[in-house]
């Protein structure tokens, strides 16, 4: 995607520790718990990617090897978290949207 700001993002994010600024998670309307947490990696050779993990939990669906991954920019992390989720959504018949 050419601009960051186009990734439309539907879940809640908010910094997973006060003194960390690049840490965020993520949680779902009327769930339980994290979705998913994205951070800047500092290790080389990863430095300055974003990783993403996908944890949520959905009843009814087991989730796929693709729970983790990097980014390039936190927006991209997270979208790819919350594709995740609404996938895991998906494939259990259920919906938040």
């Known amino acids: 995607m050419d601009k960051e700001s186009e990734i439309a993002l539907s879940l ?8 960390k600024s690049d840490d965020y998670v993520c949680s779902a309307p009327q ?3 994290s979705v998913g ?3 800047l990696y500092g290790q080389a050779p990863a430095a ?4 993403w993990s996908y944890q949520g939990d959905v009843p009814g669906c087991v989730r796929d090897a693709d729970c983790t991954g990097m980014e390039a920019s936190p927006r991209e992390a997270a ?3 919350e594709d995740r989720w609404f996938a895991a959504l ?6 938040l949207r």
Do not use: F, H
């Not at 908010?14 to 003194?19: A, L, S």
């Open 12 to 19: 809640r994010w908010r910094q997973t520790w006060r003194d």
């Open 31 to 33: 769930r339980r718990g």
């Open 37 to 39: 947490r994205i951070y």
């Open 48 to 51: 300055g990617l974003w990783y």
């Open 79 to 81: 979208k790819a978290v």
């Open 90 to 95: 998906e494939k259990a018949g259920k919906s």
